[in-house]
């Protein structure tokens, strides 16, 4: 969706790029502390990620609408 390569999920986090790595290989869910998936969370939100809870269809991530430029 961001386009971003670990190295970027990682700076962006302030997770170090092994421990991206080493998340991103692991299926299901993140085994991580508390506070490293809440910082991951943290940079993938400020960067347009808007995270969707079970809405039937399961949870889901989207990107936020761009804001049209007025005139």
């Known amino acids: ?5 670990q190295r970027d999920l990682a700076e962006a986090s302030m997770v170090s790029l092994p421990s991206i790595q080493r998340l991103e290989t692991k299926p299901g ?14 940079a993938l939100e400020k960067a347009g990620v808007i995270f969707v809870d079970e809405n039937g269809e399961g949870p889901g991530v989207r990107l936020k609408k761009k804001k049209a430029k007025s005139k």
Do not use: F, G, S
């Open 29 to 42: 869910e993140l085994a991580a502390q508390a506070r490293t998936v809440a910082a991951i969370r943290n």
């Open 1 to 5: 969706m961001l386009r971003w390569e």
